[in-house]
């Protein structure tokens, strides 16, 4: 009886680490990053990344909004050039709830099945690269499901949350 009440969290539990942006960050220790006060997009390697357009679109301006958020201006001539770069798989999950109390000849317990989810998982790279150096002063790297449900307006608020995630570990030091 336990093990049925325990049953909605432990689902709970997992619908919600579906749903979490897992968030890695690289940079260079030698950077000074408050030396950083413009943006711009770098062009030529966000043509590179091979996702649709309007799905570009929707993380360049998230990206645009966090960077405005923490002090940045949009500039032509800038301190940073922003790249971004995709990946994604299909991912498997199994999960086997199979909850038995003992042997006897003729039961073996409860069983609650084996559940098997199947998502894709999409990570993002968001490149900050020294405008005057040419090399690449910080990365930001979030990885999750993404949101296949075919509404627009939950895949918009994913990409906005998984840009919020990564962004919020720029500057580098300060969870250090």
Not at 62 to 75: H, Q, R, T
Not at 88 to 111: A, E, F, I, L, T
């Amino acid at each position: 009886m336990k093990a049925i009440k325990l049953l909605p969290l432990v689902l709970l539990f997992l619908v919600s680490s579906c749903s979490s942006v897992r968030v890695s960050t690289d940079y260079d220790t030698n950077t000074d990053f408050s030396n950083y006060k413009t943006f711009a997009f770098y062009k030529k390697g966000i043509d590179k990344v091979e996702i649709s357009d309007l799905d570009k679109r929707r993380i360049l301006k998230a990206v645009e909004s966090e960077l405005l958020a923490i002090g940045f201006v949009k500039s032509e001539s800038p301190d940073v050039l922003v790249n971004i770069f995709t990946k994604s798989r299909q991912k498997v999950d199994v999960y086997s709830n199979n909850m038995y109390y003992g042997w006897h000849p003729w039961y073996y317990g409860p069983n609650f099945g084996t559940h098997i989810s199947q998502y894709t998982e999409g990570t993002l790279f968001i490149d900050l690269i020294d405008a005057n150096k040419k090399e690449l002063a910080w990365q930001g790297i979030g990885s999750g499901a993404l949101n296949t449900s075919g509404k627009i307006s939950k895949k918009e608020e994913r990409i906005k949350e998984f840009v919020a995630e990564i962004m919020a570990k720029y500057p580098p030091g300060i969870e250090d």
